[in-house]
């Protein structure tokens, strides 16, 4: 018997750590109501107990996901984690508690609430990461790609591997503003680090340029005859603006940051030899 | 002249050209090159028109030779005139394409001097993207009807997709208002650029490493609403094209006056945006729902229903067909009912291998039952509640605007009148698209 206590999972906000949780639940026979990140403010008198993360139990509950639910089901479940889903952590694993039941065959529950909202959670997150494909927009500093974006789900590793295929000779970063990290890239490795705040430094003359010639062919190529703002914004949502070059000139105040300083932060995050 | 001014000039004459897609090829950078391309293409921004924006599309040269009445950078148009040199636009290209403002390159051409000389510049700057640079991005470029096979040869083994216009959909037209084109000077090339495809696609088989010829396919446009030839003969040419030519995409441009001539509409005439919307629709029908021209459009409907869609029109037409049961219906019965896609008719296949289909749940499936609701039924269910009425039909399936607009029209019919609409819907519309054909097409030819 299920054990639906009113109780919630505290725990520290990684992938392992999320397993832990479905471990202690399997583990206690028991329901949480909530799975809370450490820095949440309790807003509810339930106590919320703290899950360690245990990369022992996290591994047993990683290698059964492809066994019992299917390599898909890993996939969908890696993907979630990513999404801006409120309440995603409890989602998954209510959707693993399905999946254990019912085998890979949980992957055509479609009509599921709990399996919906998931695939829904993760089309959100895999739309957002190929229109950002398209609107990332670089600026070249000191020989260096840099570019700033703010989505709303965590998009950095669904663009990594879009990105290195595409510019594999360059160094380029881009940081997500939102979640606070950068992915970045030299020749030929990638990471993605943490990072508190960019500034991106004034364009020289070569790059402020370029930005006016991009301005001008964004402006020429419409056909006046047939205007249509709200087409254009059902296809580019205005939050997405704020970024892209051919919105006029964004003045950038520049910080006493020296310009150096993104090559710098492309160096220490890769010089340790790090994961690709 | 600096690059500003080319730029400004040589966008200005290339915006008129519809394609603007980066899809069908999947490829990643070379050692030591940069780019690469995604099968489900990238949009890069979207125009103040709506349109998305992938490639860079501009012309080599607005210079033209020829006079064809309809485009703006005909011979007798008082233009600024400008042309860019092989080296500016590969390095304005390169330049765009490192800071991710565009997926890769359109490269059209007025005709200069010749068509063969115009395609030798444009293999020239080709040439300098993907060897000395090497670019993998996408390039779509332009065959200049007349041209050598040679040339074409050279060019659609650097180019990624290739494109002959067909501009104006029947032969008479083309005489009239592209004296210098003729039917048999577009369709070689692009029969040319086909069996160099099939031809290629088996030496690939061969050999591994055989030079890719246009991998990306190619595709045509054609100008709707500048002469008189109806949705039922561009669609059945569409459909040709597709079968005999196998081309990936067949696009439709509305006709933007830009020209004074009496073969013309007039300059004030308005793009017929929701003709052009119609075939769009219907070309999706083609492409992926499994219909065929003649079943959307035949000899006595010659034009699309202003009113209702396509695949609407059809259904009303069609009635026999339904009620459909929706957990029993194959995939390609399911693509025929109004409100269900391929996306929702994937969903609706996958779904039901575990459960049983109810109303709520295809909601949940992303069925739009609005529309969906009178066509289907759920275990030998109906919606709870559903009265299939004339009125319930028609602001299900028209939009709020079409609706007011049919309203206006048709304010004190009949209730006996109205229910025609079943019988023969292209009744109603006839007279509407008379009035607009008339307005956007010009004193018979």
């Known amino acids: 018997m299920l054990n639906q206590s009113n109780l919630m999972y505290r725990y520290d906000g990684s992938f392992d750590g999320l397993l832990c949780c479905v471990f202690e639940s399997y583990d206690k026979k028991e329901l949480p109501l909530d799975i809370i990140l450490p820095d949440t403010l309790q807003t509810t008198l339930f106590p919320a107990k703290e899950i360690r993360t245990d990369s022992q139990k996290a591994n047993r509950v990683l290698t059964s996901i492809p066994t019992k639910l299917g390599p898909q089901a890993l996939d969908l479940v890696r993907h979630a984690f990513l999404t801006c889903c409120t309440q995603k952590e409890l989602y998954i694993l209510l959707f693993l508690r399905l999946g254990y039941r019912h085998g890979p065959s949980v992957m055509n529950m479609l009509t599921n609430d709990v399996v919906n909202t998931l695939v829904k959670a993760v089309k959100h997150l895999s739309n957002e990461s190929h229109l950002l494909k398209g609107f990332v927009r670089f600026s070249i500093v000191n020989k260096a790609l840099v570019a700033e974006i703010a989505p709303k789900n965590f998009v950095l590793p669904l663009l990594t591997q879009h990105f290195c295929e595409r510019y594999p000779e360059e160094r380029f970063l881009i940081y997500d503003k939102t979640h606070s990290m950068a992915l970045v890239y030299q020749p030929y490795q990638s990471t993605i680090v943490p990072i508190d705040a960019l500034e991106i430094p004034e364009p020289d003359a070569e790059e402020e340029s370029f930005r006016k010639l991009w301005q001008l062919f964004y402006d020429t190529i419409e056909v006046e005859g047939r205007h249509n703002p709200q087409c254009r914004m059902s296809h580019m949502p205005k939050r997405y603006w704020k970024y892209m070059t051919e919105f006029g000139p964004s003045p950038k105040k520049s910080l006493p940051r020296l310009e150096s300083s993104i090559t710098t932060i492309i160096h220490k995050a890769i010089s340790p030899p790090s994961i690709n | ?445």
């Not at chain 2, 005909?74 to 290209?93: H, M, Y």
């Not at chain 2, 099939?198 to 088989?205: A, C, L, P, V």
């Not at chain 2, 037409?317 to 109004?338: K, T």
């Not at chain 2, 023969?424 to 956007?440: F, G, H, N, R, Y």
């Open chain 2, 1 to 445: 002249m600096d690059v500003f001014d080319k730029l400004k000039i040589l966008t200005d004459a290339a915006k008129y050209d519809v394609a603007c897609t980066s899809s069908g090829v999947d490829k990643k950078a070379v050692v030591g090159g940069i780019g690469s391309a995604a099968a489900s293409g990238i949009c890069h921004s979207f125009a103040g028109d709506g349109r998305c924006i992938s490639l860079l599309k501009v012309l080599m040269t607005n210079v033209c030779a020829y006079d064809c009445q309809y485009c703006v950078n005909r011979k007798s148009n008082d233009t600024p005139r400008a042309s860019f040199t092989p080296r500016e636009l590969a390095d304005l290209t390169i330049n765009f394409y490192r800071r991710n403002y565009i997926e890769g390159l359109f490269l059209s051409s007025g005709v200069l001097k010749n068509p063969d000389y115009t395609s030798e510049q444009m293999i020239e700057v080709l040439h300098i993207l993907r060897k000395e640079y090497g670019f993998s991005g996408y390039i779509h470029a332009k065959a200049i009807p007349g041209t050598d096979s040679a040339l074409i040869a050279q060019l659609g083994l650097l180019a990624d997709r290739m494109s002959v216009n067909i501009e104006l959909p029947s032969q008479s037209s083309l005489q009239l208002l592209a004296p210098d084109k003729s039917k048999h000077s577009i369709l070689a090339p692009m029969g040319y650029i086909k069996n160099r495809i099939q031809e290629n696609s088996t030496d690939m088989i061969k050999y591994r490493h055989a030079p890719k010829f246009v991998p990306a396919g190619q595709s045509t446009q054609m100008i709707i609403g500048a002469t008189p030839d109806t949705d039922f003969q561009i669609l059945n040419l569409t459909e040709g094209l597709y079968r005999k030519y196998k081309l990936k995409r067949v696009f439709f441009s509305a006709y933007m006056p830009v020209a004074e001539n009496t073969l013309l509409p007039m300059t004030d005439t308005k793009p017929p945006l929701w003709r052009e919307h119609r075939l769009y629709q219907a070309d999706w029908l083609l492409r992926f729902y499994g219909f065929s021209a003649n079943e959307l459009l035949d000899q006595e409907h010659q034009s699309f229903n202003p009113y209702v869609d396509p695949k609407g029109n059809w259904a009303l037409n069609h009635m026999e067909f339904f009620p459909m049961n929706i957990n029993r219906a194959p995939y390609s019965d399911l693509l025929r009912v109004p409100g269900i896609g391929i996306n929702s008719a994937k969903r609706i296949i996958t779904a039901r291998r575990t459960t049983t289909l109810n109303f709520d749940g295809l909601k949940k499936l992303g069925v739009v039952l609005k529309r969906a609701q009178f066509f289907i039924t759920c275990g030998g269910k109906v919606p709870n509640g559903l009265k299939i009425t004339q009125d319930a039909m028609m602001r299900a399936l028209l939009s709020e605007k079409s609706l007011g607009i049919y309203h206006q029209h048709f304010p004190h019919q009949q209730e006996s009148e109205q229910l025609s609409l079943f019988q023969s819907p292209s009744i109603i519309p006839a007279k509407l698209a008379l009035e607009d054909m008339q307005k956007c097409l010009t004193s018979p030819i």
